[in-house]
């Protein structure tokens, strides 16, 4: 079935380091691409998206970019920041599922000052 | 625009016991789901409607997990009987419609079953 696979955390940073968060997909089809952050205390929320193969999603500073040749979608930001501190959900919709959101397992960000 | 709200944030139950949660959707959205999201798990999918109808509740055990959404608002989630198992973090989310992936969630409901 239909898949994601994080990167494992916790990873820890120091302000304005650069940031990468590896995220790879097994699906059939052609699935649209997401990722989703969680604060402490909140509930999830849409961080950006991409629909289709070369497509760049972008939000806040953040990148990730639709690579159907490899199967991932990586999350990158240049500089971050403490207030990044939080959990980060890659996850994809397949075409044919009815909107059902499959996640990976998260990955904990902690940045220091 | 007012957010997903759930209620209780926390409920602590002993195992064999019953517990329900309450989802206020997003007002307009016709698509509610319930998430289950175990400790240092993503969230999986228990449940989706679409207005008060069930699109897919492949992943809801049966035996003891129940759902409804009547007048296609609202939504409670009830398990009964509790397990040790069912201890997680129950998501509500809400979109305009299903098939596009952008949902917006609510902060969840965190059970513990003892």
């Known amino acids: 079935g239909d898949s994601v696979t994080q990167m494992e955390g916790p990873v820890t940073l120091s302000e304005e380091a650069f940031l990468t968060i590896n995220c790879t997909y097994t699906a059939t089809g052609y699935p649209s691409l997401f990722w989703y952050v969680q604060y402490p205390g909140e509930g999830l929320q849409l961080l950006l998206k991409?629909?289709?193969?070369?497509d760049k999603g972008s939000n806040k500073g953040f990148e990730a970019t639709y690579r159907k040749e490899t199967t991932s979608f990586h999350l990158e930001k240049g500089s971050v920041q403490v207030s990044d501190s939080a959990v980060y959900f890659c996850?994809?919709?397949?075409?044919?599922?009815?909107?059902?959101?499959?996640f990976g397992q998260g990955t904990e960000l902690s940045v220091k000052p | 625009e007012a957010g997903v709200a759930q209620s209780p944030r926390y409920k602590i139950i002993e195992k064999r016991q019953s517990v329900a949660f309450w989802c206020n959707p997003i007002s307009g959205h016709a698509t509610l789901y319930w998430y289950q999201q175990i400790l240092g798990q993503g969230p999986k999918l228990l449940i989706q409607f679409q207005n008060n109808g069930v699109v897919d509740d492949s992943q809801l055990p049966k035996d003891r997990f129940s759902a409804e959404r009547l007048k296609g608002v609202d939504s409670t989630l009830k398990i009964q009987p509790a397990k040790l198992e069912d201890s997680a973090v129950y998501l509500c989310?809400?979109?305009?419609?299903?098939?596009?992936?952008?949902?917006?969630f609510g902060a969840g409901t965190r059970l513990s079953v003892l």
């Open positions: 991409a629909t289709k193969a070369d």
């Open positions: 989310a809400s979109s305009l419609r299903q098939g596009i992936g952008i949902q917006y």
């Open positions: 996850a994809l919709v397949a075409g044919n599922q009815g909107g059902k959101l499959i």
